[in-house]
Structures are given as structure tokens and as C-alpha cells.
């Protein structure tokens, strides 16, 4: 080959890698738009060394395959309005999972904002937040409990809870007599993994949603390798075992937090919806566990179920799912949240009433 044809073939491939180049920048500005438009946002997480992540202030979250609202994290974190003095009003702090969180539908529309709608003087804060379990309230309330001052202490139990009570990111201290003396929560696998994706998925919504899509597959390959795993797995427990787990668990949150301001404990559980408008609580006995819980330490305890159940009874629309995910299953939409906050001002205005604080 001579010296032309040398130079033209290098063309060649440099123009071949150029265009390959090219296409592969295409694609990924094309599917980065298309993530954007109508999957999700880039992450909103940072690495928290006692709850593994937590929102970065200022950004905004779009879960587009459920729901689809876009929302603005405030300065603390949390899928809520700015706080601001509480100015004479009783103030609720609410503690749950994705549920409370309220990802799927406006801020105006979740349960907490409707509290706030329904029941005078009374400033609600929504400290939920998605795959957190009750083990983790009591620390959540040693951040915020000073800048907050809350009257009252919500805590929601739902679907999620039996598992995260018994999850494996946690050790449990016993004393002497066998009770529970502390928990102390322990950095998963995946939130490791998290941390280590976090300066990619933050600007890119392409690789968060790919993050989502790949992450099992590699929680499930690091299952194969316990010598690196910095959570140890349980023992499997029977059900009278984990019966007795989950209450004493939520029992030594709720009293641990009690010492702060009086709480009351929600159950927003799962449906099973059938024609003819009829509905049925589909989770076994959680709700027996929560309460039993909730009766053992002292506080009030408000079943979601009957609202629930009677919202499908009267609309023929189920509380649970979207039209782009699935109707009856998944998270609760704008009408769950109605019955939800129903429930909690029908417990809440009477004792507010009580105090004064609250218009008849």
C-alpha cells in the first residue's frame, strides 16, 4: 500500500470512528431527552451516613412511570412546602415510607397538604420518605425535632413495614431481662451501590433510570459474595417469630419517640378490589400487629382501611395506582389520599377541639 492509499484508509477510519462517534452521542442526547420528558429526572440523592442517602435541597423529582408530578425538594430534604414558624398552630410531624412521601401526585393532593386543608390551625410536615421503615423515625425526629418543635408525631404504617422492621440494614441491642435497648441502623448494599453511582446519576436522567433497571441485577451478584457484604443476611424466622419482632420493634420506636411529643400511629393498608364496587384490606394480619404494637406503648391508633374501602364503594374507583402504571396497585393516588386524610382529621379535630386549637 502506498503512501496515498495509506493516508486515504486512515481517513477512512477516523471518518468511521467520527461517525460512530456521533451516533453514540445522538443516542444518548436523545434518550437522555426522552428520560427526561417521560421517565424520570437525574437523581436527587446524596449519600447520608446514618440513612444511607437522602434528597439533595433545591431539586426537583419526576417519577414518570407512576404518576408523574413534578416536585421541589425543600431545604430539609423532604417533599414539602418550606417550613416556616409555627405561629400558634399545632404542628404534625409525619413519619412513613413512599407512601407519605407522595411522590405520584401534587403536594397539594397528598394526604398531609389535605390535613392541612380540612383541620384549621394545624401545620402538617411531611417527613416521608421511600425505603424508609419505622427504625429509621427515631432518628429523623433527633434532626428535626428542634428546628420543628412538632406537637405531634405521626407515624405511618403500611404494606412495606413488616419487612422493615425485620430488615437486615439494622442491629438490635437487648438488655439482660431480653427487651430491646437500641437499634442502630447499618449501610445496605444498595445504598453503598447508590453512593458509588451518585456523581453520574445526579446529572443524568438516562443513567438514573438505568441505575433503577440494573441495580437488582447487582444486589443480586453481591448476594453471591457474603465476605464483601456489609449487612449480614437474618435467619429466616417463623411466623409467631416474626410476629413477635414486629411489634416489639414498633413498640421501642413509638416509646422512643414519645419522649419527644405525644404519637399516634396510621395504618394505610393495600386493597383487594372486586366488581360491584366492592374492596377488602388484602394484607393478612399487619394491621393486628401494628395495632397491638400502638396498644403495648400507649398511643392511639387510626385503621385507614374503612375510608378506603368506602371510597371505592361510593366512586367505583380504586385508591391504589395510575392510568401509566396500574389501576389498584401501586402507590396511592389523589383519591387514596383523600380517604387517607379523611381518616387522620376525623381522629385529629376533636382533640384539637379539646385544646382550643382548632375552630368548631
Known amino acids: 500500500m502506498n503512501g496515498p492509499e495509506r493516508a486515504k484508509s486512515k481517513y477512512d477510519t477516523g471518518l468511521l470512528v467520527l461517525r ?4 453514540a452521542v445522538g443516542l444518548l442526547v436523545v434518550g437522555e431527552v426522552v428520560a427526561r420528558l417521560f421517565l424520570t429526572s437525574p ?8 440513612l444511607g442517602w437522602a434528597y439533595v435541597p433545591g431539586a426537583v423529582v419526576f417519577i414518570g412511570r407512576e404518576g408523574g408530578a413534578h416536585l421541589a425538594i425543600n431545604s430539609l430534604g423532604l417533599n414539602d412546602e418550606e417550613p416556616t414558624p409555627k405561629g400558634g398552630r399545632t ?19 397528598n394526604f398531609t397538604s389535605r390535613v392541612e386543608q380540612a383541620v384549621d390551625d394545624v401545620d402538617v410536615v411531611n417527613l416521608g420518605r421511600s425505603d ?30 413488616v419487612a422493615g ?13 431480653g427487651a430491646i435497648e437500641s437499634l442502630e441502623l447499618i449501610l445496605s448494599d444498595k445504598d453503598q451501590l447508590k453512593a458509588l453511582a451518585g456523581p453520574l446519576i445526579r446529572t443524568s436522567a438516562l443513567a438514573t433510570y438505568m441505575m433503577r433497571r440494573v441495580k437488582p441485577l447487582v444486589l443480586d451478584a453481591l448476594a453471591l459474595l457474603p465476605e464483601q457484604r456489609a449487612v449480614p443476611t437474618p435467619p429466616s424466622l417463623d411466623e409467631q417469630q416474626l410476629r413477635v419482632n414486629v411489634i416489639a420493634r414498633l413498640e421501642w420506636v413509638l416509646r422512643d419517640m414519645q419522649r419527644a411529643a405525644p404519637v399516634v400511629v396510621v395504618h394505610v393498608p393495600e ?10 384490606v388484602s394484607t393478612y394480619d399487619d394491621a393486628a400487629w401494628f395495632r397491638a404494637a400502638a396498644e403495648r406503648a400507649g398511643v392511639d391508633f387510626i ?10 364503594a361510593r366512586t367505583g374507583q380504586p385508591s391504589h395506582g395510575f392510568a401509566n402504571y396500574r389501576i389498584g396497585v401501586g402507590h396511592l393516588n389523589q383519591q387514596g389520599h383523600r380517604a387517607v386524610a379523611r381518616s ?10 379539646s385544646m382550643g386549637n382548632a375552630a368548631p
Open 20 to 23: 460512530v462517534f456521533t451516533v
Open 43 to 50: 437523581s436527587a440523592q446524596q449519600p447520608d451516613p446514618v
Open 91 to 109: 404542628r404534625l410531624a409525619v413519619f412513613g415510607d413512599s407512601f407519605t412521601e407522595a411522590l405520584q401526585v401534587a403536594r397539594e393532593d
Open 132 to 161: 424508609m421503615a419505622p427504625v429509621h423515625y427515631p432518628v429523623l425526629l433527633e434532626r428535626y425535632a428542634e428546628g420543628l418543635e412538632p406537637d405531634l408525631l405521626v407515624v405511618v404504617v403500611g404494606p412495606g413495614d
Open 165 to 177: 422492621l425485620t430488615r437486615s440494614d439494622v442491629t438490635v441491642a437487648y438488655t439482660e431481662a
Open 271 to 280: 386493597l383487594a378490589y372486586h366488581p360491584g364496587r366492592r374492596a377488602e
Open 303 to 312: 385503621d385507614c382501611g374503612p375510608d378506603l374501602v368506602a371510597a371505592y
Open 344 to 353: 387522620i382529621a376525623r381522629w385529629l379535630q376533636p382533640r384539637l377541639m
